[in-house]
């Protein structure tokens, strides 16, 4: 099973002050566990809001905002893809994230499988495993 750790947004975070080396080799030796067991897909952090965009769908069009946005706790600062054997394998390791302040949010990601019911020929499944397979080509190139 996949999980996306969302790392939710603060004010210090929207500032965008660099973490502190300490923080820095705290979270290099976390993301050194998440490697060695073999359960790291990805992880990245992202710059504040004030260097965003939003684009809001209608039916009658597209709207772009620039940032920053005001409502930090409904913000991202960063997260991690993991595939561990449960929700509550996910929770354990988000539990041992080394923040002394914040919050991070656990979802599980949606696979094939899920939307099997609106894809009764498995040809929209087929489709996307091609793309899938595309994307991790291109990594590894």
Request: hydrophobic share 40%.
């Amino acid at each position: 099973m996949r999980f996306m750790m969302l790392v939710k947004a603060t004010p210090e975070s929207e500032t965008g002050r660099l973490p502190t080396t300490e923080e820095l080799t705290q979270m290099g030796r976390f993301n050194e566990e998440l490697v060695k067991s073999g359960i790291l897909l990805a992880g990245e952090g992202l710059h504040p809001s004030s260097k965003g965009s939003r684009v809001k769908f209608s039916k009658t069009g597209t709207t772009v905002t620039d940032g920053p946005f005001t409502e930090t706790k409904e913000l991202v600062a960063g997260f991690w893809i993991i595939e561990v054997k449960s929700r509550e394998e996910a929770i354990a390791w988000a539990r041992r994230i080394p923040f002394q302040d914040g919050e991070v949010e656990i979802r599980q990601v949606a696979s094939a499988e899920d939307f099997a019911p609106s894809d009764p020929t498995g040809e929209l499944r087929a489709k996307e495993e091609a793309l899938r397979a595309q994307v991790e080509a291109k990594a590894k190139a």
